[in-house]
Structure formats: structure tokens, C-alpha cells
């Protein structure tokens, strides 16, 4: 495996740490945004009953955490599924070619109102560095994939009224790329409401 890195080397810090899940099974490759909850040194993960990453991660005990700042991938990995060109291998492992950093994290999973599991880092590395000024428009993106999903899986309309809210402050701070994001999201919300 590669080298021993740090949770602070991957920029993991105290507090919900956004990161794109990647688990496989069966030869499947899955992508979907998690956070990796981290207090002093515990952490945590949460997972919803039903989605793939639950499943791969029940069955397997594992997940590659990968750490990027494009916020374009939060948003596409909660509403569709990658291809095979998004992924390269790294130790025989599906890391995103995209990811500045990844994780590999080994789960022990109990269940409480939802099924929280928590997790250890065995191996990581990282892959560069990007140096970028803080954009508000690219964190609602990711904001706003959370609040999709769980629009998609509880339709409550408080969440729906977010997504309307972030899309405004998104038009107006996001670049081109985090204001397609949040198009792709509202189209596929929207395509969900009718049904």
C-alpha cells in the first residue's frame, strides 16, 4: 500500500469533512458524496438504508475517501453514476483521476436511528496540491447535492425550498461549471417531483 499518511495530510480536519466516496463490488464501481465526520480522533461516518455505498460498504467494510475541491463531481456523483473514465487505479484501488488526495478507510458499522460506522485510515497518498481562493458559489454546490439527496429520498419541501435558495447565491457567485452543477441537480429534482 502506499505510504502512512495523516488524516491532516488528506485535509481531514475536526468537524464533517465532504469527500466523493468510491466502493466497488461485484467489478461495479460506485461514486457518491459522504462525510467523513471527525472528532479529536474518532470518526464517523453516517449511512443511508438503500444506497449503493451502503450496500458496497456493508459488504465489503471498506471505502476510498477522495479528497477534491471540484465541486461539479459532488454534485454529479449524488444524481448519476460515473463512467469507467472518470477512475484510475491507484494500489488496485478506484480512486477518481480528479481527487487531489484519497483515503483508504476500513469501517466497523453499528446501527443506531441510521447505521453509523466508524471508520480508520489505513493507507492514502496525495496526489497534488491546489492553491485557490475560496468560492462560495462551489461550496453551495456541494450544499446543495446534499440537500438533492435528500429531497430525492424524504421529499419534504423544506429541502426543495433550499435547493431554490442555493441556486439564486450559485447563479450569482458560481463559475460556469458550479452553475451547470446546479442545473444538472434541479433538472434531475425536478424530473423526480413529477413522479
Not at 465532504?18 to 457518491?32: F, L, S, Y
Not at 467494510?61 to 473514465?85: Q, R
Not at 494500489?91 to 481527487?99: I, M, P, S, Y
Amino acid at each position: 500500500m502506499s505510504g502512512k499518511v495523516t488524516l491532516e495530510d488528506l485535509g481531514i480536519f475536526d468537524g464533517i469533512n465532504e469527500i466523493i466516496a468510491t466502493t466497488e463490488k461485484d467489478g461495479r464501481i460506485n461514486a457518491a458524496p459522504l462525510g467523513v465526520i471527525r472528532d479529536g480522533d474518532e470518526l464517523y461516518i453516517r449511512l443511508f438504508m438503500g444506497s449503493h455505498t451502503y450496500e458496497n460498504i456493508l459488504a465489503t467494510g471498506s471505502f476510498v475517501a477522495n479528497v477534491t475541491h471540484d465541486a461539479w463531481l459532488f454534485a454529479e456523483t449524488a444524481i448519476e453514476d460515473l463512467t469507467e473514465g472518470y477512475f484510475m487505479r491507484r494500489e488496485g484501488l478506484a480512486v477518481l483521476k480528479d481527487a487531489e488526495a484519497w483515503g483508504l478507510f476500513k469501517c466497523e458499522t453499528f446501527a443506531l436511528d441510521i447505521i453509523i460506522a466508524k471508520v480508520e485510515l489505513v493507507a492514502g497518498e496525495v496526489l497534488r496540491k491546489d492553491f485557490r481562493a475560496f468560492n462560495r458559489g462551489s461550496s453551495l454546490v456541494v450544499e446543495a447535492a446534499v440537500a438533492a439527496t435528500r429531497y430525492l429520498a424524504l421529499r419534504t419541501d423544506s429541502y426543495y425550498e433550499e435547493l431554490m435558495k442555493l441556486q439564486r447565491i450559485i447563479n450569482r457567485c458560481g463559475g460556469p461549471r458550479e452553475r451547470e452543477a446546479m442545473e444538472r441537480l434541479m433538472d434531475r429534482v425536478n424530473s423526480y417531483s413529477h413522479i
